[in-house]
């Protein structure tokens, strides 16, 4: 099944299957549809009910009223398709209500141990404005997850903890030196979130642009996310994006240099105010050094920067 991402801000949220494994018509045995919403509720409520039955009636409520009280109940039901309903009421009931707090139950959610409940969870995790502070150890604890996709996801969530964000600090970069580049993107922009600090977060952006990394469906889905989110930080704070491109301009990775130069170029050409911010750090003098560099296609982006620092409008 395909594989989407969302740009949610400057976080890439990985949308599987999910959304179809919570309402699909799985393959559960033909099995009789309650009457009303009275027996679906008994039938849920009855831990001696065959499986099927129990998976057929949540179904079905679900189908008729996908708020239904009962599915708070059902939260740690043994059965994994009457939990992956129950997660999506929950989720869907806020989101309805138009909660600006994320319920601490799609969270818990995360540590389940069928994938299409985590996957239920995840989908409703990003629309929130805020994350519960008792969810933080959660969402620390699900960075750390062995399902790829639940670290993906969860790694760009953390600045939805306001003030309490600040605990998860030392878990965000480590994250950063995670294998895989969207846990590093998505930690990332927590981590800019958080601190406004651009020295935590330039490096990890430039290298993201040393390279196309696909990631799902989507072959440049990170080096766009991570050009954008470097643009606004440099925007924000270019003063400090700069200091750090300069830097990197001495790296030892030739990609680095290359991409650390074509990022100095583009804030250069953004406006006066970066322009000047930028010749003030004497970047022109850090990007000549590169027209020796023994890579040609350093001295590339070293001569295409020098031309955008001289640009004047």
């Not at 301009?249 to 105010?273: F, Q, T, W």
Request: aromatic content about 4%; overall charge negative.
């Amino acid at each position: 099944m395909r594989t989407l991402l969302a740009y949610t801000g400057a976080v890439l949220v990985l949308i599987g299957p999910f959304r179809a494994a919570t309402l699909a018509a799985e393959d559960v045995e033909s099995v009789r549809l309650p009457r009303d919403e009275d027996e679906a509720q008994a039938i849920l409520l009855d831990a001696e009910s065959p499986e099927p039955e129990r998976s057929a009636a949540a179904r079905w409520l679900r189908s008729q009223n996908p708020i239904h009280p009962v599915f708070w109940q059902l939260l740690g039901d043994d059965n994994a398709r009457v939990r992956v309903t129950a997660v999506d009421a929950v989720g869907l009931k806020a989101f309805r209500e138009k909660a600006k707090v994320c319920p601490v139950q799609l969270i818990e959610a995360l540590d389940d141990e069928d994938e299409r409940v985590r996957g239920a969870a995840m989908n409703y995790i990003p629309v929130f404005e805020r994350l519960p502070k008792e969810g933080l150890p959660l969402l620390l604890k699900a960075l750390k997850h062995e399902d790829l996709t639940v670290r993906q996801n969860v790694a760009g969530a953390f600045y939805q903890f306001g003030k309490e964000a600040k605990r998860a600090l030392p878990e965000l970069k480590q994250a950063l030196k995670d294998e895989d580049p969207l846990v590093r993107h998505n930690a990332a922009v927590s981590l800019w979130h958080i601190t406004g600090q651009a020295d935590l977060v330039v490096p990890t952006c430039v290298r993201h642009l040393t390279a196309r990394i696909p990631v799902g469906d989507d072959p440049d889905a990170v080096w766009r996310a991570s050009a954008s989110l470097l643009r606004r930080i440099g925007l924000e704070a270019t003063a400090d994006t700069a200091s750090v491109l300069i830097k990197l301009l001495a790296d030892e990775s030739p990609g680095m240099r290359r991409a650390a130069a074509r990022s100095l170029g583009a804030l250069a050409g953004e406006n006066a105010k970066t322009r000047a911010t930028i010749d003030r750090l004497n970047a022109e003098v850090a990007v000549r050094k590169l027209l020796e560099d023994p890579d040609e296609k350093v001295r590339q982006e070293a001569r295409t920067a020098l031309d955008r620092l001289a640009e004047r409008e």
